[in-house]
């Protein structure tokens, strides 16, 4: 099945060797996102809430690039410095999607690239 490489400029640039997301068939699996600010290539500034926005805005310009959006997500795995910020990201989270909710993993990390506190994957099963 061939796989069809996904970038937009409305997201980060891939910082590494990766791309920003691979999709094959209906299935879309979007690369870690930082919360860095596609146009500077920054960390965003405004704390951890700004970071987790940011981080759910690339996610989303990614989805949109591949045909899809947050809807379509089936799996979401988030990796965070602090577990404290759980709750937040719970939170915020509520403003991105609506039952049924992915699945989802939690995963405390020591560190992320560029400082980061919050990275967030998705895997999303675009609709017909």
């Known amino acids: 099945m ?6 937009t400029d409305h997201a980060p640039a891939a910082i590494g060797t990766y791309s920003q997301a691979v999709k094959v068939d209906r299935t879309v699996y979007l690369s870690g996102q930082i919360p860095l600010d596609p146009a500077t290539m920054q ?3 405004g704390g951890m809430e700004a970071q987790i926005h940011r981080v759910f805005d690339n996610l989303a310009a990614v989805a949109r690039a591949a045909g899809g959006s947050l809807a379509d997500t089936v799996k979401l ?3 965070l410095t602090d577990l404290g910020h759980f709750a937040l ?3 915020i989270m509520a403003e991105y999607f609506q039952e049924p909710y992915p699945a989802r993993a939690a995963i405390g990390v020591a560190a992320l690239p560029r400082g980061a506190q919050v ?10």
Do not use: H, S, T
């Open 2 to 7: 061939p796989r069809e490489i996904i970038k």
């Open 43 to 45: 960390l965003v500034d």
């Open 77 to 79: 795995n988030v990796f």
């Open 89 to 91: 990201v719970n939170q």
């Open 119 to 128: 990275e967030m994957d998705a895997v999303l099963a675009l609709q017909d």
